[in-house]
């Protein structure tokens, strides 16, 4: 089974996505987190269009064949193991091949911005859309990538220029909160409001 979590950045996905695997452990139910920060295109191809360019945030940030050919095929196709990553940005370098075994119980918890784009929104047994503000994108993006960036102002400029025209880009193109099974407001992280969807 192929479980997303989607949202713009800092909405709180891998958060959600690592609480509902825990839940999972504790009730002995097969389950692994998958990202989509570890199928990111190397930065030659990121940036090709630009460091600050929207439109190479949403186009070129990620591998998405490979996404597919790794993790959804061989969990569509019954096949016994995954290759749960191929890169890593934060040192620009490739992965050894991390190869992990799965079978017919075992739920894929993928997390990562762009999860209901046409390439992969099909795919997905089960889809969860977080749903937040750009402001509170903002506030939370200063809080969490500062050190990453270096300063409050190198945040704001990425996120202003490249991250959220990006995002709003992907909201035009694919309506996510439409696309997903269930839709949470996480504008408040300790008071989610759940406005699409039933759990029970």
Known sequence: MLVAFDGVDTSGKTTLANAVYSNLKLRN???????????HNPKDI??????LS??????????????IEFII???KNGKTTIINGIYDYKTESYLDQQITPISKNTIILFDGIF???????????????????????RQRAIKRDKEYFGSDEKVLEKYNKRYIPGEEL????CNPQARADFVIDNNDWENPVLIKGNFN
């Open 29 to 39: 139910i097969e389950a692994i987190n998958v990202s989509i920060d570890k199928f």
């Open 115 to 137: 999860m209901h784009r046409d390439e992969v929104d099909h795919y997905w047994d089960l889809s969860i859309f977080l749903d937040i503000s750009f402001t509170t994108v």
């Open 54 to 67: 929207p439109e190479g945030f949403y186009f070129d940030s990620f591998n998405y064949d490979k996404i």
């Open 73 to 75: 095929s061989p969990v």
């Open 46 to 51: 990121r940036i090709q269009k630009g460091e």
């Open 170 to 173: 992907y909201l035009g193109l």
